[in-house]
């Protein structure tokens, strides 16, 4: 087996409250090979985009990397001096975020702000920069790029925004991009265009992505393999096949029963919408045994006490269940 | 369209003083200091002495289109000194936080504490009368508001979405500072900047008037005010017209800070398109 290109091992992330410390996210492990997609899900507050902070080195006070490694390349990386963690974003790893209206320094042309990643990370003149700032817009099929260049943010629709971060972000061809619910803020039709040039411009450079999102079903349609975390934890990880025909945790199976479908009984009005009852537990009050038991339809007594491990599955993939399956 | 008037009027009269300062010796009748004659003294203006004649048969013309050179020179340079020190530690508080930001904002409150025109006066009083300590006096006294502005702003830029996505990217934290934070809070330091510079003009005057800023014989707008006091029911023009120097300079830079501020906000620009 290679080198992956990220493994997160182990990972506990503490909340520093004031009279105590609390785990927000334990135990999350994971990897991710080269050129591979790979889906966080989880609800508000699961801890997955405080997990993919981790990755880059940006956990502030009150947020600390508590345990375990996280390794890039084979390289461990979550003790690195700030300078060394910074000349790895933004250039063998970049993100892309939720709101695209505001991510853009809004009194600097975009050109610019693309530009300026060649100049801080590739040690480019802005004049070689420029140039690679048009073809980057270019890239991202930006009409007209050469007069977009000079173009505010406030003057470009969200979907634009948006292109712009992905060539912002892609403009060091990057190993991993990280994008954190890249389309939530942006309409139905144009998700689906910023989805599917995400998928084509990675893949034709063969950069992995970590995609966080609470959208089972985006995620399914852009990852090969999924990891869902319920508070704090990952409760299971398969291929996102797998997890659509055959969804192994209580909670999964909750999620992909609650997504709302096209067609037939629905249409009619004849099937309610799923939903799983019950709300997620605070940090400070996770409960005891397994995290999801007071929401869980199939609990039992050993669910309240003890924690379930991760186990392996036949199928291939992780579940952290005691009834599993 | 309100901001457009402001820019221009505001533009306009800024321009005249800062015209008449650089061109004052082709622009005057007679040489400000050494042209006395006491056969022209208090002479009320007319067209051969525009502004009148002072006590020593100096045309105040003349006086007043010289001494825009001082007053401006202390105006824009006092000012300029105090913007850097308010900016710089402003934004360097708000920025990086902590101790730093603790002790900043306490200097801060302390400069507050103090009025700014008599800590100038204390420095004046030590440093003695004359352009320079005038310039070192007021560029190091009125920093206060600057930097409050900067460090509010500051705060409140850095949890911005860009902010935090040029963190991400990779940017220093220096390059954050001067790429992200400083141009998204140039639009209220220049409103502050150029009020500031009335203000100098003004303290300048201030200080001159109590005879701890520029020095007799040589004309600045507050220095002429001071010696025309005695005559101001005798000789009005005396007092009139430095005062209308000064009076036009200050509105000027304030009307024109308002338009700058408009026209540097990236968004209010494109409406006008």
Same mark, same amino acid.
């Not at chain 2, 003695?128 to 460090?151: E, V, Y």
């Not at chain 2, 790429?179 to 005057?205: D, S, W």
């Given at each position: 087996m290679s080198t992956p290109l990220i493994e997160v091992e182990d990972l506990r992330i503490d909340l520093d409250a004031r009279t105590r410390r609390v785990a927000a996210v334990e135990g999350v492990s994971f990897r991710i090979d080269r050129g591979e997609t790979f889906g966080l899900v989880g609800e508000s507050g699961c801890g997955k985009s405080i997990t993919a902070l981790s990755l880059i080195g940006l956990l502030r006070h009150p947020l600390s990397i508590g345990d375990g490694k996280i390794r890039f390349e084979g390289r461990e990386i979550q003790n690195l001096s700030p300078a060394r963690q910074r000349e790895l974003r933004g250039n063998r790893i970049a993100m892309i975020f939720q709101e695209p209206m505001t991510a853009l320094n809004p009194v600097s042309p975009v050109g610019r702000q693309i530009a300026e990643m060649f100049v801080l990370h590739k040690g480019k003149s802005w004049r070689e920069a420029r140039k690679l700032a048009v073809e980057a817009l270019a890239n991202v099929r930006v009409p007209a790029p050469e007069r977009r260049v000079k173009d505010y943010p406030h003057q470009l629709s969200g979907g634009m925004r948006q292109r712009v971060m992905i060539a912002i972000a892609l403009a060091c061809e990057p190993d991993l991009l990280i994008a954190d619910e890249p389309t939530t803020a942006l309409d139905v039709t144009v998700q689906a265009e910023i989805i599917d040039l995400m998928k084509e411009l990675c893949a034709a450079r063969g950069t992995a992505v970590l995609m966080i999102s609470h959208d089972l079903g985006l995620v399914a349609n852009v990852c090969r393999r999924v990891a869902v975390m319920y508070a704090g934890r990952i409760v299971e990880e398969r291929n996102s096949d797998d997890v659509f025909r055959a969804p192994s945790h209580p909670y999964t199976h909750g999620l992909v029963a609650s997504l709302p479908r096209l067609g037939g009984r629905a249409a009619h009005g004849r099937s309610r919408l799923q939903e799983i009852k019950g709300v997620v537990p605070a940090i400070a009050h996770y409960p005891d045994g397994c995290r999801f038991n007071p929401r869980c339809a199939k609990v039992t007594e050993i669910c309240r006490m003890v924690e379930p491990t991760a186990e392996l599955l036949d199928a291939g993939g992780l579940v952290r269940c005691h009834h599993h399956g | 369209m309100k901001f457009r008037a402001n820019l221009i009027i505001g533009g306009s009269l800024f321009a005249l003083a800062v015209f008449v300062g650089l061109f004052a010796p082709w622009l005057a009748h007679t040489d400000p200091v050494m042209d006395a004659n006491l056969m022209n003294a208090e002479e009320p203006p007319s067209w051969k002495w525009w502004f009148g004649t002072d006590a020593q048969g100096r045309d105040i013309y003349s006086r007043v289109v010289h001494g825009a050179r001082i007053s401006l020179t202390v105006g824009i340079v006092s000012q300029f000194v105090n913007s850097i020190i308010g900016v710089t530690l402003g934004l360097t508080a708000g920025y990086i936080g902590g101790w730093w930001d603790d002790f900043v904002n306490g200097l801060t409150n302390l400069m507050l504490a103090i009025p700014s025109l008599i800590f100038a006066l204390a420095i004046?009083?030590? $440093?003695? @009368?004359?352009?320079?300590?005038?310039?070192?006096?007021?560029?190091?006294?009125?920093?206060? *508001?600057?930097?409050?502005?900067?460090?509010a702003s500051?705060?409140?830029?850095?949890? !911005?979405?860009?902010? !935090?996505?040029?963190?991400?990217?990779?940017?220093?934290?220096?390059?954050?500072?001067?790429? !992200?934070?400083? @141009?998204?809070?140039?639009? @209220?330091?220049?409103?502050?900047?150029?009020?500031?510079? &009335?203000?100098?003009? $003004?303290?300048?005057?201030?200080?001159? *008037?109590?005879?701890? &800023?520029?020095?007799? @014989?040589?004309p600045s707008w507050g220095s002429m005010l001071s010696e025309a006091r005695d005559q101001i029911t005798t000789a009005p023009w005396l007092s009139v017209f430095p005062g209308l120097a000064i009076f036009l300079t200050v509105l000027g830079l304030n009307l024109l800070g308002d338009g700058l501020r408009d026209i540097l906000d990236p968004q209010s620009r494109s409406t006008r398109v």
């Open positions: - | 004046m009083a030590v $440093l003695g @009368p004359g352009l320079t300590s005038l310039l070192i006096a007021l560029g190091l006294t009125n920093w206060s *508001f600057t930097c409050r502005i900067a460090r500051a705060l409140s830029l850095k949890s !911005q979405g860009y902010v !935090q996505a040029a963190k991400v990217l990779g940017y220093g934290n220096l390059r954050i500072m001067f790429t !992200q934070l400083l @141009p998204n809070m140039l639009g @209220p330091l220049i409103v502050i900047g150029t009020l500031g510079m &009335g203000g100098a003009v $003004l303290a300048e005057a201030a200080l001159s *008037f109590l005879g701890l &800023g520029i020095r007799p @014989p040589y």
